[in-house]
């Protein structure tokens, strides 16, 4: 679990720095048009984030044994937490910011929920690992 | 409200049982060879079925591998 914790917590800041540079050269080159190819994504995200939670689920908890699935479930609880909070955080925060009747960028509130969903991704793992780490430090040699 | 403490046996049980290794204990009951560590050292409480099949893979009762301290 811890291996592939830290495969996870590579990948995901690999794919991170990717898409962060994609959004931003797609964002500089793209005019204010109707852009299909962004709606048809959406509509293919939206779809597989329900039902990928699904079958990822069971094929990921299937490889654990209960303590392990704990460790995952509590690390999902917790990036799940973050990324509802610091989400409405974000978007309320920036509604404050800028004024309640002002307007932004369309790309702004998508850049923050996409970011923090990035981040919350990320922060998976990394939890796994902690949770690791102080089970042995509280525990002594083995 | 006092926070109840789940103490074990299971090192020694090991060792009495031919010096079965963690990794031998963990196979046998279907866990890794961490859950079982974690498990001994008291930073893990196994859930009921984990706990039955750890006493039953040494032959003993849940009470006799497992005390609760309150």
Known sequence: MEVKAWK??????????????SIYML????????????IVAAIIIGIWIPIGQLVMKKRILRG?????????????????????GFCLMGLLGLWGWVGLKASVPVY?????VFGLGA???????????IQCKMER???GAV | MSK??????????RFDAGEMTQQQLADKVGVTRQTIIA?????????????????RAFGKTVEEVFQLEM
Do not use: W
């Open chain 1, 64 to 84: 654990l044994d209960e303590r392990e699935r704990l460790i995952h479930e509590r690390a999902k609880a917790i990036s799940d937490s973050f990324l509802g």
């Open chain 1, 8 to 21: 996870d917590l590579g990948t995901y800041c690999y794919g991170l720095i990717v898409a962060a540079i």
């Open chain 1, 108 to 112: 702004i509130p998508v850049i923050i």
């Open chain 2, 39 to 55: 498990t001994e050292q008291g930073r893990y409480a196994p859930s009921l079925p984990l706990a039955i099949k750890i006493a």
């Open chain 1, 137 to 139: 430090s509280e525990g």
């Open chain 2, 4 to 13: 109840d403490r789940l103490s074990n046996n299971i090192r020694r049980l």
């Open chain 1, 119 to 129: 981040i919350a991704e990320i922060l998976k793992p990394l939890l796994i690992l």
């Open chain 1, 27 to 38: 964002i500089q080159k793209s005019g204010s048009q109707r852009n299909f190819a962004m």
